[in-house]
């Protein structure tokens, strides 16, 4: 029997992700004919490109003709109206660039890929093309990080609603894709469900698939479905099972195999198949990515994935929560380290490629260098002296970091280190049980830029009862250290289901956490602190050294160069060094030109006015629903914004 391995929309397109490779070689060298299918980048190849987007443009303004010619417009029309006006830019200029941005990102010469005013003209005309697909859609929001709509992922109903061919740009690739698993007599689809923004692009094609394929059984896994199953008891997790005859928990290597042989066997697995989160490492091949269109990536060059390690040796984090286990992340385990370098030798050798991310929770600082020694010696140096293949992982930023440790990892081909380094409060890390000081997070960022090594600064503000000044101590340790800090994030804390932080939310000064009603799939976890730790004018002012730092350095969106731990970040300091993008901190980013011939529509600062409202009156109706009412239904939308003022609008 063949199998399907489906990768879907929507996430990074620049690289493959580790799930498939990990699980074909696993099935393979257990003689199941697998094949993978990365849908993400197969689906966006498709949809950026100046054929579609001109179809798209063409909707955005058809859809707008027929709004602008009511005598009023509701509250949802207004959102609509905001959406495709101000695509209208987008749809004139993104479908005739599109080619050759795309074009430009899979330069494979590189001629154009590292030159920084062609890059941010590509990657501007990829967002313009990605608002002209949402505003075509709306109130669709896509992007390579989320696929969101106003009701997303609240019940399977309004998840099939989500799937219709007029609310899902993937429609029609998903119809060819099915028929292409007809063709090939495919019995098994497995869908790797990652992200969160692949969860509704993947309910949409298990629909499909049962639908069309009646004989085919359809199973899902991987982090985010496992997230959101493993909360979900009784009719909740049946009506969330509702496209699939089954689902695969944790790590799928043998629950996947046993799931393969029970079809073969004429038998229908169903319901929640759990997996393991003890995998023995040792036992596993090397990822095979034979069958993946790696030259369909949105990238010059490969940067493959690469798991050494699975788990986190440290697992107290109390923010963390990855959904492969109770509390903490799935136990640490490693793979043999010679093991290890022998799979990157391979990899390296059997598909030409020199980059690798080494994808795991994080890299212990006495494995990294035993991997990066085994590295060094058993692959051969270039005529320049630099290391055959270059890599890079995440780590904690921890006093074993030393001089002669950061050494030997740039010689074993360390590129670039994320360090999770969270706050510089003292309280804040003792409160959230880092096991870190300031000082070893200091003295661990400055070993690795001296040993020439890109590192990447990971920190979030706004942990329960955190003040104002304690955030901008985290503000203050960046600024302090930028010159060694190749890049940097400042996020905002989210309270996730399973962490310390949500188990026990006294201790953190949380007085209370809830589900709204109406989330069948308890997606997201809402909380209120005891006393507010922030003033506004706080706020204000962390915004503001947030955004003073951001100028130092030549910041993208993900999955963009200078954004963390990207594959284009990471060909990038590979290309020009550790520092370039503070080097390029004064490049500032330009929005994508005009067609030749076309100018720039004229601003309706009326029409702006109106779209504000109705995004503020947006706002308001949800902060009521979460917070007042705690109930999120489209009846109880409807009803408070059937409340609000129509407008009539004159174009």
Request: aromatic residues 8%; charged residues 25%.
């Amino acid at each position: 029997m063949k199998i399907a391995l489906i990768y879907p929309p929507t996430c990074d397109p620049t690289a493959p992700y580790l799930s498939l490779p990990t699980l074909t070689g696993y099935l393979r060298a257990h003689g199941v004919e697998v094949w993978p299918i990365d849908a993400n980048v197969e689906a966006y190849s498709r949809l950026l490109c100046r054929e579609i987007l001109t179809v798209l443009a063409g909707r955005v303004e058809e859809r707008w003709s027929k709004l602008k010619r009511k005598s009023a417009l509701n509250h949802a029309e207004q959102l609509a109206g905001a959406a495709l006006w101000e695509a209208r830019e987008d749809a004139r200029n993104a479908p005739g660039g599109i080619d050759d941005a795309v074009a430009v990102l899979r330069d494979r010469s590189g001629e154009r890929f590292f030159d920084p005013p062609q890059y941010e003209a590509a990657i501007a005309t990829v967002e313009s093309a990605l608002r002209l697909v949402s505003a075509a859609y709306t109130p669709l929001s896509l992007d390579f990080a989320a696929y969101r709509t106003p009701f997303s992922l609240l019940t399977v109903r309004e998840i099939e609603e989500d799937a219709r061919p007029e609310r899902d740009p993937f429609h029609e690739y998903f119809q060819d894709l099915c028929a292409r698993l007809a063709a090939e007599r495919v019995g098994l689809v497995g869908l790797s469900v990652a992200f969160p923004g692949q969860v509704q692009p993947a309910y949409a094609l298990a629909f499909m698939i049962r639908r069309l394929l009646p004989g085919v059984h359809v199973t899902v896994g991987g982090p985010a479905m496992t997230q959101i199953l493993l909360r979900l008891r009784g009719a909740f997790l049946t009506r969330a099972l509702k496209p699939f005859h089954s689902a695969v928990l944790y790590e799928g290597e043998s629950a996947l195999l046993e799931l393969v042989r029970a079809v073969e066997r004429g038998e229908s697995p169903a319901g929640i198949l759990e997996g393991t989160k003890t995998t023995d490492l040792g036992a596993l091949r090397a990822p095979d990515f034979a069958g993946l269109p790696l030259d369909k990536y949105f990238s010059p060059a490969p940067v493959l994935p690469y798991d050494p390690t699975r788990g986190c040796y440290w697992g107290k984090c109390a923010f963390c929560h990855y959904g492969l286990a109770e509390c903490g992340t799935a136990r640490y385990r490693e793979r043999p380290v010679e093991q290890a370098a022998g799979h990157i030798r391979l990899l390296a050798d059997r598909y030409g490629c020199r980059l690798f991310h080494f994808s795991q929770d994080s890299l212990s600082p006495k494995t990294a260098r035993r991997l990066a020694e085994a590295l060094k010696s058993s692959l051969n140096p270039s005529p320049g002296g630099e290391p055959p293949v270059r890599w890079a992982t995440d780590m904690r930023p921890e006093p074993a970091l030393g001089p002669e440790c950061c050494r030997i990892l740039a010689e074993g081909g360390a590129l670039g280190i994320a360090l999770g380094v969270e706050s510089a409060a003292p309280r804040v890390l003792k409160l959230i049980h880092k096991g870190l000081s300031v000082r070893d997070a200091a003295l661990a960022v400055k070993n690795l830029a001296a040993a020439g090594i890109a590192v990447e600064v990971m920190c979030f503000t706004d942990f329960p009862t955190e003040t104002g000044r304690e955030a901008l101590m985290t503000a203050r340790f960046i600024e302090e250290l930028r010159e060694s800090i190749a890049l940097f994030i400042c996020g905002e804390f989210a309270l996730v289901a399973g962490a310390r932080v949500a188990q026990h939310p006294g201790e953190y000064g949380i007085r209370e956490t809830w589900h709204v009603a109406g989330d069948e799939f308890s997606t997201t976890l809402f909380y209120e602190e005891s006393a507010p730790s922030k003033t506004p004018a706080d706020r204000e002012r962390i915004d503001a050294a947030v955004d003073r730092l951001a100028r130092s350095w030549w910041l993208h969106r993900y999955p963009w160069a200078g954004s963390l731990s990207t594959a284009h970040t990471l060909l990038w300091y590979d290309r020009y060094g550790a520092d370039v993008f503070r080097r390029l901190a004064g490049t500032r980013r330009k929005p994508a030109e005009p067609r030749p011939g076309k100018r720039r529509l004229p601003p309706r600062r009326d029409l702006e006015q109106v779209w504000q409202r109705a995004r503020q009156h947006e706002a308001e109706i949800w902060r009521i629903l979460v917070t007042e009412k705690r109930t999120v239904t489209r009846e109880a939308y409807r009803r408070l914004a059937a409340a609000l003022p129509s407008v009539r609008i004159i174009c």
